[in-house]
């Protein structure tokens, strides 16, 4: 069985503060992807990165950067220096290749930012 | 190019009615997913299509939701009978392929459904 956990339902920063939202999962495939959307208020899943379990490495674009830890099982999302229109849902999703193609999502972390 | 698009964006209907939701996905995309988003949660899996069969049906809740995709594009959720308890959105994403390796699956708007 898989599943994504986001233990951070809510949080609430100020402009220009850095934030992280935590992804932690669980899988028994060896070889799997792991998923980031962002859900603004509009609805649509907009995707953000994929990352597949050989791949440990960190990966930057522009004020996003992500951390993934195979040790820990975490693949945690960084904003940095965070905007107004960074406040949407954020999800963290699994695909094992031994689950079939379907992805299997956390619970979702709002993220607020506050002029 | 076009994304995935769904419609309607909401659909409101009583107890027990039937509905049908549609999903065009990406021009060249053979895979299509159904996925379902009750407020406050992460969507959650519902059917994948690989060009017109359905590859995977385990997500469906019980055999009043049945999907098709005659030719391997448009497809359509069916709803028979529903109940209060299938209000929620109801995401469709495709993706270029479903073979081997996972490809990134993008999504449509949504149709939010309302059962009175």
């Known amino acids: 069985a898989q599943k994504v956990t986001q233990a951070q339902t809510e949080i609430s920063v100020v402009e220009k503060e850095d934030v992280t939202l935590d992804c932690v999962y669980e899988?028994?495939?060896?070889?799997?992807?792991l998923f980031w959307y962002k859900q603004p208020p509009s609805g649509e899943l907009v995707f953000l990165i994929r990352?597949?379990?050989?791949?440990?490495q960190n990966e930057i674009s522009g004020r996003y950067s992500w951390n993934f830890q195979k040790s820990t099982s975490s693949f945690n999302f960084t904003i940095t220096a965070s905007q107004v229109v960074d406040s949407a849902v954020y999800f963290c999703?699994?695909?094992?290749?031994?689950?079939?193609?379907?992805?299997?999502f956390g619970g979702g972390t709002r993220l607020m930012v506050k002029p | 190019g076009a994304g995935v698009s769904q419609t309607p964006s909401n659909k409101v209907t009583e107890k027990g009615k039937y509905v049908e939701l549609r999903c065009d996905p990406i021009?060249?995309?053979?895979?299509l997913y159904w996925y379902r988003q009750s407020l406050g949660q992460g969507p959650e899996f519902l059917i994948y299509?690989?060009?017109?069969?359905?590859?995977?049906d385990s997500g469906l809740p019980n055999d009043r939701f049945f999907a098709v995709r005659p030719e391997g594009s448009v497809s359509t959720l069916k709803i028979q009978r529903t109940e209060r308890g299938d209000s929620a959105v109801y995401l469709c994403?495709?993706?270029?392929?479903?073979?081997?390796?996972?490809?990134?699956?993008?999504f449509g708007p949504g149709t939010r459904l309302t059962v009175l």
């Open positions: 299509f690989q060009g017109t069969g359905a590859a995977d």
């Open positions: 021009s060249g995309h053979t895979a």
């Open positions: 994403a495709s993706s270029l392929t479903a073979a081997g390796l996972t490809d990134t699956q993008y």
């Open positions: 899988t028994r495939d060896t070889t799997y992807y």
């Open positions: 990352r597949n379990s050989f791949d440990e």
């Open positions: 999703a699994l695909s094992g290749y031994n689950a079939g193609n379907m992805l299997t």
